[in-house]
C-alpha cells in the first residue's frame, strides 16, 4: 500500500536553515503536502506542491519535488525558535479525499 | 470563528464500554474526517465523509464506526473500545470546491483505554 516516509528528528541552531525530508511510494499522488504541528494543538497545512511541479516557494518555505525519485523536501530558510514542531509530509489522492501521512520530523531549534 | 471542535477533550475508560467522540465545524464544510496519531506512525486516516450520508473507510477503520446524519456533525463511535485504540484522535474538515482548500483540524481528543 501507500507509504510515506520522514526521519524523525532534526536539530539545527537559529538562524540556519532546516531541510526536512520526505519519500513516498504512491507515484499516482496527486498533492504533495507539509503540515506543521506544534504542543497540544492540531495541525495546520504548511504548503502544498502539485505533482506536476518541481519547486515552489513560499516567504521561508522551499518546496522541492522529484518525481522519478519519489522525494520531497521542505527547506526553511532563517529557522527561528517558533518554528519547533513536528513538521508531517502527507500525500493525496486527486479528489483530496484520502490523506496519507508521514510519522512527523520534530524540529529542534536551538538558540 | 471558523473551527472545529471535538468532545471531549480527554477521556480515560475501560475496555468494553461505548463511547463516542463528537465533532462538530461551523464552516459548512462538505468534507470531514477522522485520524488517530500515534508515536513513530504518524497520523493515520480512520473513517471520511464527502457529505451527509456518505462516508468511507480510510486505512485503519477496524473497531470503529462513524455517522453524518448532518454536514456539521461527524462523530467517532467505539462500540467496544480496547488498549490498543488508546491514542490521538484528530477530527478535520474542509470543503472539497477546491482541492488544494486547508483541511482545519480540531483540537484533539485524547482516549486511554485500561
Not at chain 1, 492540531?42 to 525519485?69: A, E, H
Request: glycine share 8%; aromatic share 12%; proline share 4%.
Amino acid at each position: 500500500g501507500e507509504d510515506v516516509e520522514q526521519s524523525l528528528f532534526l536539530s539545527v541552531r537559529e538562524g540556519d536553515s532546516s531541510v526536512i525530508n520526505c519519500t513516498y511510494t504512491d507515484s499516482s499522488s496527486t498533492y504533495l503536502y507539509w503540515y506543521k504541528q506544534e504542543p497540544g494543538a492540531g495541525l495546520q497545512l504548511l504548503t502544498y506542491i502539485f505533482s506536476n511541479m518541481d519547486m515552489k516557494q513560499d516567504q521561508r518555505l522551499t518546496v522541492l519535488l522529484n518525481k522519478k525519485d519519489k522525494h520531497l523536501s521542505l527547506r526553511i530558510a532563517d529557522t527561528q525558535t517558533g518554528d519547533s514542531a513536528i513538521y508531517f509530509c502527507a500525500e493525496g489522492d486527486t479528489g483530496g479525499f484520502k490523506t496519507i501521512f508521514g510519522a512527523g520530523t520534530r524540529l529542534f531549534v536551538k538558540a | 470563528e471558523a473551527q472545529v471542535t471535538q468532545n471531549p477533550r480527554y477521556l480515560i475508560t475501560v475496555t468494553g464500554k461505548k463511547l463516542t467522540v463528537t465533532c462538530s465545524q461551523n464552516m459548512n464544510h462538505e468534507y470531514m474526517s477522522w485520524y488517530r496519531q500515534d508515536p513513530g506512525l504518524g497520523l493515520r486516516q480512520i473513517y471520511y465523509s464527502m457529505n451527509v450520508e456518505v462516508t468511507d473507510k480510510g486505512d485503519v477503520p477496524e473497531g470503529y464506526k462513524v455517522s453524518r446524519k448532518e454536514k456539521r456533525n461527524f462523530p467517532l463511535i467505539l462500540e467496544s473500545p480496547s488498549p490498543n485504540q488508546t491514542s490521538l484522535y484528530f477530527c478535520a474538515s474542509k470543503s472539497p470546491a477546491g482541492v488544494t482548500d486547508t483541511q482545519y483540524f480540531g483540537p484533539g481528543t485524547r482516549l486511554t483505554v485500561l
